[in-house]
């Protein structure tokens, strides 16, 4: 079931800074990560695409970086400055880039999530 792997997810203060990873992005050209909290819409964070143009969301503009190796098939989301409205489960997403960067409908390949829970 699960397509892609992510790691890096854990429990911070606000502050603090963790850095999620994806691994085998399948060499799609389009790659992002969501984040879904209990009761809202998934909603993307961050995309990067073949020519390594990202996007962020308003609410992690500054904080977050996204970023990839495409000879190695990886896909990264350095975030700093967390805040609790980060808390979230996050999730990886691998596709064609036919959409806008934050439709989840663009990705074939998606990963099974991992938890970041940021405390006050």
């Known amino acids: 079931q699960v397509q892609l792997v992510e790691s890096g997810g854990g429990s911070v203060q606000a502050g603090g800074s963790l850095r999620l990873s994806c691994g085998n992005t399948r060499n799609m050209p389009c790659l992002a990560w969501f984040r879904q909290a209990p009761g809202k819409e998934r909603e993307g964070v961050a995309a990067i695409d073949f020519r390594s143009r990202t996007n962020y969301a308003d609410s992690v503009k500054g904080r977050f970086t996204i970023s990839k190796d495409t000879a190695k098939n990886t896909l990264d989301l350095q975030m700093n400055s967390l805040e609790p409205e980060d808390t979230s489960k996050y999730y990886c997403?691998?596709?064609?880039?036919?959409?806008?960067?934050?439709?989840?409908?663009?990705?074939?390949?998606w990963g099974q999530g991992t938890a970041v829970t940021v405390s006050s």
């Open positions: 997403a691998a596709g064609g880039c036919g959409s806008t960067w934050y439709d989840t409908g663009r990705y074939n390949y």
